[in-house]
């Protein structure tokens, strides 16, 4: 049984490639999990003095209701996405829930967007709700409470994922499939539904998300692309010490080549892997679903 259907699956992520964002996002969280969680157990079953995991490790991660703390530790508002305190079995399964419904839509997103704008919806879903959280709390709530995990941000990718492929199906075999949008409902109601009247900063907290997600859905189709600039500083990141395309360099190897001996790089070929995939999307759904960035790119392959 087909999980997506095939005509949806515009491009091909390899899990082992270092650029998929799912693997990156997904290895945070399970990277600050783990994390936390050991440091848990080594301050319960050692004696570290007065430091003590509560108030020294995880208030300064998560979201901890206060407004006015985030001026001393604004990182939390990045941070709190990627941690997962697991206090009793009701918060391991709100973590496994968030990030099985993370690879739903971020897999179609990814499939249907492009790898590249998956991490910047979720990044600016999860700072900017997680921001409305805490001033709704402020506003309207009388206790603080903690916020941690990455509901919030998913909600983003969530409706993302639904201006991206409004008519997308899932598991087609079954009656001819189930509407995204189901899927998209069904995630909103799990999360807040009975967070209404409880905790009303949290249900506020992922409509402004899912705005975010709609804004970025709806400038991505008109060419303009909001998370252009967090790519090019991912790129700058990972390659600031790799010799750049095209740099002559000397071959010191063992494979009885001189050491005065120049070699070139070989070029990277991922302009025309990015061609390809664009005219597979041409075959697919016509040369009107190009964004303006990908007909720029076919035009100059074209010139």
């Given at each position: 049984?087909?999980?997506l259907d095939e005509k949806?699956?515009?491009?091909?992520?390899?899990?082992?490639?270092?650029?998929?964002?799912?693997?990156?996002?997904?290895?945070?969280?399970?990277?600050?999990?783990?994390?936390?969680?050991?440091?848990?157990?080594?301050?319960?079953?050692?004696?570290?003095?007065?430091?003590?995991?509560?108030?020294?490790?995880?208030?300064?991660?998560?979201?901890?209701?206060?407004?006015?703390?985030?001026?001393?530790?604004?990182?939390?508002?990045?941070?709190?996405?990627?941690?997962?305190?697991?206090?009793?079995?009701?918060?391991?399964?709100?973590?496994?829930?968030?990030?099985?419904?993370?690879?739903?839509?971020?897999?179609?997103?990814?499939?249907?967007?492009?790898?590249?704008?998956?991490?910047?919806?979720?990044?600016?879903?999860?700072?900017?709700?997680?921001l409305m959280y805490l001033?709704?709390?402020?506003?309207?709530?009388?206790?603080?409470?903690?916020?941690?995990?990455?509901?919030?941000?998913?909600?983003?990718?969530?409706?993302?994922?639904?201006?991206?492929?409004?008519?997308?199906?899932?598991?087609?075999?079954?009656?001819?499939?189930?509407?995204?949008?189901?899927?998209?409902?069904?995630?909103?109601?799990?999360?807040?539904?009975?967070?209404?009247?409880?905790?009303?900063?949290?249900?506020?907290?992922?409509?402004?998300?899912?705005?975010?997600?709609?804004?970025?859905?709806?400038?991505?189709?008109?060419?303009?692309?909001?998370?252009?600039?967090?790519?090019?500083?991912?790129?700058?990141?990972?390659?600031?010490?790799?010799?750049?395309?095209?740099?002559?360099?000397?071959?010191?190897?063992?494979?009885?080549?001189?050491?005065?001996?120049?070699q070139k790089l070989p070029?990277?070929?991922?302009?025309?892997?990015?061609?390809?995939?664009?005219?597979?999307?041409?075959?697919?759904?016509?040369?009107?679903?190009?964004?303006?960035?990908?007909?720029?790119?076919?035009?100059?392959?074209?010139?």
């Open positions: 049984m087909a999980f949806y699956k515009t491009r091909k992520y390899l899990l082992g490639n270092t650029d998929n964002s799912l693997i990156l996002i997904l290895s945070l969280c399970l990277l600050g999990f783990c994390a936390v969680n050991l440091i848990k157990a080594a301050h319960h079953l050692g004696s570290y003095g007065e430091f003590n995991y509560y108030t020294d490790v995880l208030p300064k991660l998560i979201l901890d209701g206060n407004l006015y703390a985030i001026a001393q530790k604004p990182w939390t508002l990045f941070t709190y996405m990627f941690v997962n305190d697991s206090n009793g079995f009701s918060a391991g399964i709100m973590m496994a829930s968030n990030m099985l419904w993370f690879w739903l839509f971020g897999y179609i997103y990814q499939n249907v967007a492009g790898n590249e704008h998956v991490f910047p919806v979720f990044v600016y879903g999860g700072i900017l709700g997680g001033v709704s709390g402020a506003l309207f709530s009388h206790t603080a409470i903690i916020e941690m995990g990455g509901g919030i941000p998913v909600a983003a990718l969530a409706v993302a994922t639904l201006v991206a492929s409004p008519k997308c199906k899932l598991l087609s075999e079954l009656n001819g499939g189930i509407p995204l949008w189901f899927f998209v409902v069904a995630y909103f109601a799990v999360s807040i539904g009975v967070k209404v009247g409880v905790n009303n900063a949290l249900v506020a907290a992922y409509i402004v998300s899912g705005m975010i997600g709609l804004l970025y859905g709806m400038f991505l189709k008109t060419g303009t692309d909001l998370g252009s600039w967090m790519g090019r500083f991912y790129t700058k990141a990972i390659t600031v010490f790799e010799p750049k395309d095209g740099v002559e360099a000397k071959n010191y190897t063992e494979q009885n080549v001189p050491a005065g001996v120049i070029l990277n070929n991922s302009k025309e892997l990015f061609i390809d995939e664009i005219i597979e999307k041409i075959q697919l759904y016509g040369k009107e679903s190009l964004t303006a960035e990908e007909q720029q790119h076919l035009q100059k392959s074209l010139s």
